[in-house]
């Protein structure tokens, strides 16, 4: 990520501040959204290594943690392959990783003073965040798409569907953009990043662990089956396994899909109104 890259929202936005002045809410909320979309994008064209690298860590739970475990009768659902039972969970667990991380970056442009810079634009609050938010949901198709052609290539079972595989693109987009929200809340808050990375891994891990990615909720204790119930990444594993394998929570994607969004509402509306806070 360059400094060239990352000044040119700003500098975009500058140019358009007229026009933006004489604009309706919403259209000047899109157009805003546009501009961070294209900002992010930019980003995305350097750091296509990034996401290759990245893209291995979903393989090794897959084939090495999916391989030892899928003899296992508890994990197994009747002749199911583990490997592809795991797979919604390993997609959701790495989408979450790129999200969750996803606010260093805000954290560097306040460092070399980025951040004022785009907060002195016109551009609303809301299209900063949802730009920023869509830069994380890009890395996470791409990462998504990779594995779904491993997935293929080694002909592990899962339900090949036109509205399946887009829904699943759908539902995993939806869960990154608002754990990204999360990570850009968080960063509002803390200024150093290592410490961000430290609170980072102490969000995610449990998130992960405490959900079904791993294993059904079946065989989880009382009280951690409690906490997965409430946990927003279960809804998105259970919305991602449903449309991809087949087999889910009770088969309801649209309540998956609910919660899902709600979450991403609820974490846009407090990164919206936290962001300003971060150059502070």
């Excluded at 808050?189 to 909720?217: C, D, N, T």
Aim: charged residues 15%; aromatic residues 8%; positive net charge.
């Amino acid at each position: 990520m360059s400094a060239p890259s990352a000044a040119s929202p700003a500098a975009s936005a500058d140019r358009r501040r007229p026009q933006a002045l004489s604009m309706g809410p919403l259209a000047r909320m899109a157009e805003g959204t546009l501009a961070m979309v294209q900002a992010e994008m930019r980003k995305l064209r350097h750091d296509y290594l990034d996401i290759v690298t990245r893209s291995v860590q979903p393989l090794l739970w897959l084939f090495i943690f999916g391989t030892a475990m899928r003899n296992n009768r508890a994990l197994t659902l009747g002749t199911l392959d583990y490997r592809a039972y795991l797979a919604p969970g390993v997609m959701a667990q790495a989408a979450m990783f790129i999200a969750i991380f996803f606010g260093l970056a805000i954290i560097w442009e306040r460092d070399v003073g980025q951040l004022q810079r785009l907060l002195a634009t016109p551009l609303p609050r809301t299209s900063i965040v949802l730009g920023k938010a869509a830069g994380a949901c890009v890395r996470t198709l791409v990462q998504a798409l990779l594995l779904l052609a491993v997935l293929a290539a080694a002909g592990i079972g899962v339900r090949w569907s036109v509205t399946g595989v887009i829904g699943t693109l759908a539902m995993l987009m939806l869960g990154t953009a608002a754990f990204a929200c999360m990570s850009m809340l968080l960063a509002a808050a803390v200024k150093e990043r290592e410490r961000f990375m430290g609170i980072g891994q102490l969000i995610m891990m449990p998130l992960f662990f405490a959900s079904s990615a791993l294993y059904p909720l079946k065989v989880m204790p009382g009280w951690l089956h409690v906490i997965a119930r409430v946990n927003p990444l279960t809804y998105e594993v259970q919305g991602l396994r449903q449309m991809l394998v087949g087999v889910g929570g009770s088969g309801e994607v649209w309540l998956d899909f609910l919660v899902v969004a709600a979450f991403f509402a609820v974490m846009l509306l407090a990164a919206t109104r936290a962001y300003p806070k971060a150059i502070v």
